[in-house]
């Protein structure tokens, strides 16, 4: 099933009993994060919030709180499958198109009527500096390519109409445009529909247009439409659009945030967005998101989007890469799982150091493809019974790792480990442990 937008999704939800509402008022000061941490804690269902303290709006949170609603999202059976599908989507993008009118600018505000305060945007964890907007998708431009980017970046919300905000890709355009003396003009989308939360997720190379990416997962162009104040194309069935301006050349503190490591980012100086309009449909819904100590719906969204990203460029290189995982142990980011047919005795330690270049990772474990890569006792059983830390370790010091690592000693800068969990290609190995007509027992 498709979905064009957020409200068709909630509706299939419910129908699936996988969305309750919660009538009772509820707090976004902490409340209704405790609530979303509660239901991904227990696997539990989406919740719509119909009552909200302070807004007139809905909010929605823990719509991914579990894999199966991803999956349900992507219409996939399992996880391999789904993984196997946004690989797919890679090849081939389908460009959005630009339609008159949407429904996300049913309602507009500019100039003195903008206020975010109107927003209810959660404060989830007990030391983040405010609220932090953190399901809002940011649209932007090079302003020397007019390539377009799409990212999930956390945004602090500091005043009525200004915004700190944790940007990564969207960097690059900013470094551009201050290089030309000039802002650089970004669209905020809330409440989108699934296409677009997954498809934000892909680690594309900079000057991929994720749009297109979205486009070919769900089969069909995505619609955007004109913003209002500045010149870029939004989601046109969005729920809430905020635009704005990066202002050149000025840096604020931002943070402290409850990062996804499980741990607080410490307060850093980041862009600052100046807000130029609010759009948004009639009864809006605020879409919430949850981040932190894993599980959360933040390592489930990013974690099978990741794996397609990193099994597409193994696979290129390593014809005889199975599959690849990112355990939620690891933040679904820090901890790589590659399951290999190897070629070679010594191909994994490729597969290993291909994988760490891709500034992901800091830990890689390769294992043969009767290991199931899904379940860590097994991987682990493979690591401890199929190598010597001195013979099949590969240890590297200071290079290019992944953002907001708590244990790194500068920012970007990590260790990072693999470890050959394979038996010998050609070599003698004890054979394994069977147990002849297991296959055959009933269950009972």
């Known amino acids: 099933m498709r ?25 976004p000061l902490y409340e209704v994060a405790a609530y979303i941490r509660k239901t991904s804690d227990r696997q539990g269902p989406a919740l719509l919030f119909d009552n909200v303290t302070g807004s007139e709006m809905r909010v929605v949170g823990g719509l991914f709180a579990t894999k199966h609603r991803l999956l349900l999202a992507l219409g996939a059976s399992d996880h391999r499958s789904a993984v196997e599908k946004l690989v797919e989507s890679m090849a081939d993008p389908i460009a959005p198109t630009v ?62 109409n200004r915004l700190g905000i944790m940007a990564q890709q969207l960097s690059i355009q900013l470094s551009r445009a201050e290089a030309r003396g000039e ?96 759009t948004h449909r009639k009864n ?21 989007p990741l794996e397609a990203t990193f099994l597409n460029a193994l696979r290129k290189q390593f014809c005889g890469v199975q599959s690849v995982h990112f355990p939620y142990c690891g933040g679904a980011g820090y901890l ?33 493809e009767d290991i199931d890569i899904y379940d860590l006792e097994k991987v682990l059983w493979a690591v401890c019974t199929r190598s010597q830390p001195d013979r099949d370790a590969l240890i590297l010091s200071q290079i290019n790792g992944a953002p907001l690592d708590p244990s790194a000693r500068a920012p970007h800068c990590t260790g990072a480990m693999g470890i050959d969990a394979t038996v010998p290609k050609d070599g003698p190995f ?15």
């Open 183 to 278: 802002g650089l003009p970004v669209a905020i989308a809330l409440g989108t529909s699934p296409e677009l939360l997954i498809g934000s997720q892909w680690k594309a190379p900079y000057g991929v247009d994720e749009l297109g990416l979205a486009g070919r997962l769900f089969g069909r162009p995505v619609e955007l439409t004109k913003a209002t104040t500045v010149d870029l194309e939004v989601p046109a069935h969005a729920e809430i659009i905020i635009e704005g301006i990066v202002l050149p050349n000025q840096r604020e503190s931002e943070g402290p945030f409850g990062e996804f490591s499980g741990y607080y980012q410490p307060p850093s100086s980041k862009p600052v967005i100046e807000v130029t309009a609010i």
């Open 336 to 368: 790589l799982v590659v399951s290999m047919k190897k070629t070679r005795e010594y191909e994994p330690r490729n597969v290993i150091a291909t994988a760490l270049g891709m500034a992901g990772p800091k830990y890689v474990i390769v294992v043969d």
């Open 430 to 444: 004890p054979e394994m442990v069977t147990i002849p007509g297991l296959e055959n027992v009933p269950d009972f």
């Open 3 to 27: 979905f064009t937008e957020l409200r068709e999704f909630l509706k299939f939800l419910e129908h699936k009993q996988e969305l309750v509402h919660i009538e009772r008022k509820v707090d």
């Open 99 to 160: 339609v008159p009118n949407g429904v996300c600018r049913e309602v507009c505000y500019t100039g003195s009527d903008v206020d975010l305060t109107r927003l209810p945007v959660l404060t989830s964890s007990a030391k983040d500096a405010g609220p932090f907007i953190t399901m809002g998708l940011a649209i932007s431009k090079d302003p020397e390519t007019g390539r377009r980017n799409l990212g999930l970046y956390r945004l602090q919300v500091k005043s009525r």
């Open 284 to 304: 809006p819904i605020y879409l919430a998101g949850l981040t932190g100590m894993p599980t959360t719906e933040n390592h489930v969204l990013k974690q099978i």
